[in-house]
């Protein structure tokens, strides 16, 4: 896949912060909705999982602050976002946030856009406070979404994802799946329990759901100025973000990394096979109304 060369980006959508704090504990009332599932396996096999600070992504380090200001002069474009990597990352957020615009404005409803911030090594939130270990998330308290941008390349190096801007794209637009769901009112609603029907899979199912619906309208969704960001996106994409839900999976990352036994009863974000299931069916319809993981008995 490639960006529209003369595509406009918005990077009013994001604040970068790296380089900004030291690392922290996690604290102050958790972290509501934990994207991708670093912090599940912090749980499971303990240790001191730490993410490289700004790899792949300018190599920002601690006391080196790059800021919003700098990161609005350097992504300007989509020919911006095919040079650099964290423009790259303004464009996703730039489409994802205007595919769901355009689906609240279908039914009546009014989208309100979500930050991004981008750190190093720590960020305090309203969920309080968390190091970049947790890998992404999303806070509902101040509905914003977090990453240290290392993570993309933590997810090829501790969990073996073919990698790729796709990768990053559904990851991206995972989190902003859980603010979709948290403007619905859909998290309120739900237990936050565990196992493999839960309240919690199901809300993960649901954004790899919205994840794949967005991937669906990527070539088609237009920036302000009325083009579309996204272009030439092809089966090799899709299948990247595939085999990145593949290894994301609960039974994965407890089999896989968490000493070889699965228990099904600690589940929260669903098997592989699950969330690849859900992805799919969010790219190949295009319609989030068909991502209702909660209507169902048969999760895949």
């Not at 615009?101 to 009014?110: I, P, V, Y």
């Not at 309203?126 to 914003?144: E, H, I, L, M």
């Not at 994409?237 to 089999?255: E, T």
């Not at 096979?273 to 319609?287: I, V």
């Amino acid at each position: 896949m490639q960006f529209n060369e003369n595509a406009e980006l918005d990077t009013s959508q994001v604040s970068d912060q790296r380089g900004v704090g030291g690392r922290v504990a996690l604290g102050g009332g958790g972290l509501g909705i934990v994207g991708l599932i670093l912090y599940f396996v912090l749980s499971q096999i303990g240790g001191g999982v730490q993410l490289p600070t700004g790899s792949g992504f300018n190599d920002v380090g601690q006391g080196q602050q790059v800021g919003s200001e700098a990161i609005k002069e350097k992504c300007r474009t989509g020919a911006d976002a095919n040079r650099e990597s964290d423009c790259r990352a303004v464009a996703f957020i730039n489409s994802i946030q205007g595919y769901w615009t355009d689906q609240f404005a279908r039914s009546g409803k009014t989208y309100q856009p979500a930050q991004t911030n981008f750190f190093s090594g720590s960020v305090s939130t309203r969920c309080g406070n968390a190091s970049s270990a947790v890998g992404p998330f999303y806070c509902p308290a101040d509905a914003q979404v977090y990453i240290d941008l290392g993570f993309f390349q933590e997810m090829q190096q501790k969990f073996g994802a073919t990698g790729g801007p796709f990768v990053e794209a559904y990851i991206l637009a995972h989190e902003y799946g859980h603010h979709v769901q948290n403007l619905l009112g859909t998290s309120d609603r739900v237990n936050h329990d565990s196992g493999p029907t839960s309240g919690s899979v199901r809300l993960e199912l649901q954004a790899d759901c919205y994840a794949g619906a967005w991937a669906n309208h990527a070539e088609t969704v237009p920036t302000a100025s009325g083009q579309p960001l996204i272009t030439g996106v092809t089966q090799d994409d899709v299948n990247a973000a595939l085999d990145a839900a593949s290894r994301i999976g609960d039974d994965f990352i407890q089999g896989e990394l968490g000493g070889g036994r699965v228990d099904t009863t600690k589940f929260t974000h669903g098997t592989s096979a699950q969330r690849q299931k859900w992805y799919t069916t969010g790219y190949e319809t295009g319609d989030p109304a068909r991502c209702n993981t909660f209507d169902t008995n048969n999760l895949g």
